[in-house]
Structure formats: C-alpha cells, structure tokens
C-alpha cells in the first residue's frame, strides 16, 4: 500500500512506557478529574485533615506546575507522566512502523471527512496513542498483550506498532495492508461511537443474556471491519497487487473459530466476540465492494 503521498496525522501521541498502570475501567465513567474533585469537596472541608490535604494539593499545583493533584490523591498515576520521566519527550511519528500507522490515520481521516460532509455533517477525528508495553487509557490499562484497541471514553486508538510483528510471527498475517486493516477497523469502533450505535448497542447489552450480548458484540466487530473496507474502497488508488489477499488473510487469522483451533481449543460460537473467520471476511469484502457504510449496517433489525 502506497501513502508515501499522505502527510502524518497530527492527531497523534507517543505515550511511551508507564510502569504505573491506572485502575479505571470501563465505558461509561466520566467526569475526569474535576468531577472527582466537586465530588469529595464538601468532605474535605468538614475536618482538619481535609484542609491540610487541600493545601498540600494547591502548594503540589504550584510547585509542579498544575501536577494532576486528583490523580496523586486516588493512587493513579496521570496518563503519561511515569514515562515522561523515564523516557523524555516522546515524539509521535518518528518510527518507521509509527510514520506508517500516523499516515493511514491520515487517509482514514480525510475519507471520513468527505463522507460525513456529504450528509452535512462534520467528523471528528480519534487520537491515535503509540505505547510501549504498557501504559493507560481513559478505559483502564493498556497493555501490548491487549492489542490495538478503541477507548470511547477518549475517543483514543491505543497502538504498540510491536503488535504489527505478533500479526506476522504469531498470526501468519503480515503486509501493509493487513496492519492498515487493523487500523482502519479501530477507526470503525469511532464511527460507531461519534454516530450513537455503540451507545444503543452497550445499552442493549445491558438487558441481554451474556451469550445475547456476545452476539451483539459481534456484529460491533463485524460492522468495524465493513467500515475498514469502505476506507479501502476510497483509497483504491493506493493499493498495489496483493493488497486485498493480504486483508482478507489478516481476517481469517482473526476469527474467533480460528484463534480458538490455534489455541488448542474447541470453538464454542456462543462465546464468540468478534466472528468467524468466514463473517470477518465476508464483511470486509463487503465494504470493499461497496464503498458505502450504508452497506454496513450488520444490526438491522435489532437496534
């Protein structure tokens, strides 16, 4: 896949490596720091050890120059400041393996502006966050066994590119299409959160069985991967000979039929997240053909 022509996102960050994971998790908290703040004030204020720790925080303010005093009080480390002091600055896009995943955020960015202006809307674009190993989201840790994932919380893409060599020693899926795939269908999670699907789809969840709710994050997935294959059908021009065999081969090696035959394991499709080989495949031919996320609408019927 040729994007030597596309400049590098600038909706980018390498946060390098935290050795202090956060204890967030989930979807749906909010507030950030300030509202843990508005929340525990009035106890602060009803004792002396309350004022005291107001006034250690607003010296700590000053003194680090507006240090997150809410994170040192509930025991988490602000996202990137363990590795900021390990590691120094860190500059997003200055890999080969970044530069490559900076410029296809670039391409998806700009196909998703001209489809979204075509309903007179306007696209906001994820961040994507480059990590080494470890580090932390707005939904918790992220950790490079976890693979690339989609935080909706912060509306980040997190990424170690180390994910990118698993794909072709682990998984057998190598070529610069099936890691721009990877991404492309990240992206899709953002589609799916910026336009209210994700939102009725974990709300749904929460009245389902799990095998139910299974199924429902099933056709996420899949919906994710006819997104990624609407962002191929646009940018067509930049596809060389092999491109698409090497996408529809990253699908198959991402099953949930065959994660579970190479991990030893009889598949249970109840259990599944993300599909079979065979529906993965079939999804992403599909908005590859079409080029219309129209076409991509894996819930009709059910939302």
């Known amino acids: 896949m040729r994007l030597d022509d596309f400049d590098p996102s600038k909706n980018t960050r390498d946060l390098g490596r935290s050795d202090r994971l956060s204890s967030r998790g989930g979807f749906n908290r909010g507030g950030g720091g300030l509202g843990l ?171 389902t069985s799990k095998e139910e709710g299974n199924a429902l994050q099933v056709r996420m997935e899949l919906q994710a991967d006819c997104y990624a294959g609407v962002w191929a059908n646009l940018n067509q021009q930049y596809l060389e000979t092999g491109d698409i065999k090497e996408g529809m081969n990253a699908a198959n090696a991402i099953g949930d039929d065959t994660l579970s035959r190479a991990a030893g394991r009889r598949p249970v499709p109840e259990s599944f997240t993300h599909g079979t080989s065979e529906q993965r495949k079939q999804w992403l031919r599909r908005g590859l053909e079409s080029g219309n996320p129209n076409s991509c609408n894996t819930f009709e019927g059910i939302l």
């Not at 410029?103 to 700009?110: G, K, N």
């Not at 976890?146 to 990118?164: E, H, K, S, V």
């Not at 299409?177 to 492309?184: H, P, Q, R």
């Open 37 to 207: 703040i508005m929340t525990i004030l009035p106890f602060l204020l009803r004792s002396k050890l309350g004022w005291m720790v107001l006034i250690i925080g607003g010296i700590g303010y000053f003194m680090f120059g507006g240090a997150n005093v809410t994170s040192m009080l509930s025991g988490e480390a602000p996202i990137g400041a363990t590795q900021s002091a390990q590691n120094g600055s860190q500059t997003a896009c200055d890999t080969e393996e970044e530069l490559f995943a900076c410029r296809v955020l670039r391409s998806t960015e700009i196909s998703w502006e001209r489809l979204f202006a075509a309903g007179g809307q306007q696209y906001k674009a994820p961040t994507l966050n480059f990590y080494t190993d470890q580090n932390s989201s707005a939904c918790g840790a992220a950790q490079a066994a976890m693979g690339p994932f989609y935080c909706p919380a912060d509306q980040g893409i997190y990424l170690d590119t180390n994910f990118f060599d698993d794909m072709k020693n682990k998984l057998g899926a190598s070529g610069d299409f099936a890691y721009a795939y990877v991404i492309a269908h990240e992206v899709g999670h953002h589609i799916q959160t910026i336009t209210g699907i994700s939102n009725k789809v974990r709300q749904t969840q929460g009245r």
